[in-house]
């Protein structure tokens, strides 16, 4: 049977290929993959909040408030469980396993990511973990899309394309803002923005959004609308605005790097799970509106209605004295990153885009507050339009992706009365953050690893490349007590290359290297076989290539820098071959062609 499929499956394959073009196969893949990163869309959502409204709903109002400090524990423990018993691999987060997956391991994503995220961020985020599901509907939607990929025998640069269409798919159907998905997948995968990647992109955002809209119909995660019109007054507050999302995305990213590298230490997932479960167990208990995604405390602050968050909480503060509110939300923003950053240190799945906009919205609330209750200037600004427009201002900072904060939130608004604050403050905080962290959340280590595709090609194309590829080991080898009689007769004659590694016998390190050069002068003299040896014409290179420490961009430096037209390559300290200028530049050139195509 099973052989019956594979030839089915074959001339299909056959038949595509003489009756489909490539662009118009693509075109029919990105619809697929919209439909099914809308589905997987769906699938979380609805798990979620079946777990929420159980657990939330049922237990913590009818009988007692401990449960909030249960729930999270209990939730990572299944978590770790599920993981452990089921899906037997590691479940990384959703966005950074899906660039990491894209810069080192070339689109390719395991099958069992198709379903990690399905089965473990639902039992993260509805038992209370502080976390969104944005990242891990985009990481199940990009692994569909990687294996759908595959099957069709997609070359690199079309699954990548493909994996951007599952996220853009996945924000579409969360949000129900088409076209800011598609930017979101340009900005956050650095997808070019040509004809060949849009048509894609618009497809596959359409084709998630029409199966939101049959699962969900009119429903939406931020269902407001702008209700106070911008004036130009209002400028100077905005420009404040965005000085305060800019330093709070700071916060926000040194904050969620120190728990990350803090969690890191501990060796022990059990220990991981206890310390950060304990934690934000505790968190949640004393500050309940920490718990889960959080877009219903986003949907009152833009109704205007703060108290309904703040009505629960454990030292029943009053909530009729404004200064009493403004540090409860300020609470808020400086704990939720703390919230999350243990949960995923705990071992939990989730994504940071819905911290980010509780963050963020809670911030340009507080912002609004502040300034209409100071009332320095004599006049008062909108909290509303502030909270939505301080929901961009840290998404552009945090998430480095200001047109994807621009866009969604005139989208999501249903109008563009708010464009020019939105990019006033987006621009603003973007620029103080990218001056501080040079990248993203999302990014930061794959950055600091110099593993990180971005939009400039020169260093995307090197990042792509395969050192393995150009290394060349069929260089004559010579040990340092060779005589010059024996390096002519062993090496020289049998070999065409004009350069010789010097290696050691014992340990195969590299101590140097002769060049044809060195001895031309004296090889042809006889008298000299015997008196002349490799380690007295031997010296050192230019520049070593390390195999495990040097990126592509670093090679290609190394080269630059020192002029050479081979250099050796080591790896653990073991000569392994040289790397040519000519091959690495030959494969450049054809990587680059396959990237631009």
């Not at 509110?325 to 949960?343: H, P, Q």
Request: charged share 15%.
């Amino acid at each position: 049977m099973e052989k019956l499929k594979k030839t089915w499956f074959t001339k299909f394959l056959v038949w595509r290929v003489k009756h489909i073009s490539e662009r118009q196969f693509i075109y029919f893949l990105s619809i697929l993959v919209g439909f099914t990163s809308g589905v997987g869309a769906v699938i979380l959502k609805n798990l979620t909040h079946f777990f929420q409204h159980l657990l939330e709903g049922k237990l913590v109002n009818d009988y007692h408030q401990a449960f909030l400090f249960v729930f999270p524990i209990i939730g990572l423990i299944l978590v770790y469980l599920v993981i452990k018993f089921v899906i037997r691999h590691k479940v990384s987060h959703g966005i950074p396993s899906t660039l990491h997956a894209i810069s080192q391991h070339k689109g390719i994503m395991r099958k069992y990511q198709m379903f990690g995220s399905l089965l473990t961020a639902p039992l993260t985020v509805g038992f209370g973990g502080s976390v969104g599901l944005e990242g891990p509907t985009v990481a199940t939607g990009a692994a569909i899309s990687s294996n759908i990929s595959r099957m069709f025998h997609m070359n690199q640069t079309n699954r990548n394309l493909l994996i951007g269409c599952a996220a853009a798919g996945a924000l579409s159907s969360i949000f129900k803002a088409p076209i800011a998905a598609i930017i979101f997948a340009i900005e956050v995968f650095s997808l070019d923005l040509t004809i060949a990647s849009m048509l894609p992109l618009l497809l596959a955002s359409i084709s998630a959004i029409i199966t939101s809209y049959f699962f969900f119909g009119d429903d939406v995660l931020l269902p407001f609308k702008t209700k106070d019109a911008f004036v130009l007054a209002d400028v100077p507050f905005f420009i404040f605005l965005g000085i305060i999302a800019g330093l709070t995305s700071i916060y926000f990213t040194e904050v969620y790097d120190r728990i990350q590298k803090f969690f890191d230490k501990i060796g022990s997932p059990i220990k991981r799970l206890l310390i950060g479960g304990i934690g934000i167990g505790i968190l949640v208990y004393f500050i309940p509106p920490l718990y889960g995604e959080g877009f219903d405390v986003i949907n009152s602050l833009v109704q205007g209605n703060p108290e309904k968050v703040l009505k629960n909480n454990i030292f029943e503060l009053d909530l009729t004295n404004v200064w009493m509110v403004i540090i409860l939300l300020i609470g808020l923003v400086l704990f939720k990153i703390i919230a999350s950053a243990l949960t995923f240190g705990a071992g939990g799945v989730g994504g940071i885009f819905a911290p980010t906009l509780f963050m963020g919205s809670i911030m340009g609330n507080c912002v609004a507050k502040i300034i209409n209750t100071l009332n320095l200037f004599g006049s008062k600004v909108s909290e509303s339009n502030f909270t939505l427009v301080g929901m961009a201002g840290l998404m552009a900072g945090v998430l480095h992706a200001p047109l994807t904060a621009i866009f969604l939130i005139a989208e999501v608004t249903g109008g563009y009365e708010l464009f020019i604050p939105l990019m006033i403050t987006a621009a603003i905080s973007y620029s103080i953050t990218k001056y501080a962290h040079p990248h993203s959340v999302y990014n930061m280590e794959l950055g600091r690893k110099g593993d990180l595709i971005t939009h400039d090609k020169d260093h995307a194309v090197l990042t792509l490349m395969d050192i393995d590829k150009v290394i060349e080991d069929n260089f004559a080898i010579i040990h340092p007590e060779m005589s010059l009689g024996d390096m002519v007769h062993n090496a020289v004659v049998k070999s065409n290359r004009n350069i010789f590694p010097v290696v050691d016998k014992e340990d195969n390190s590299l101590l140097g290297v002769i060049l044809l050069d060195d001895i031309r002068a004296i090889m042809f003299n006889q008298k000299l076989y015997n008196e002349v040896f490799a380690s007295d014409v031997m010296h050192t290179p230019p520049e070593i290539i390390e195999l495990e420490k040097d990126k592509m961009t670093e090679i290609m430096r190394k080269f630059q820098d020192s002029g050479a037209w081979n250099l050796p390559v080591i790896k653990n300290g073991s000569y392994i071959g040289f790397i040519s200028k000519s091959k690495l530049l030959t494969a450049y050139r054809r990587k680059l062609i396959n990237f631009t195509k």
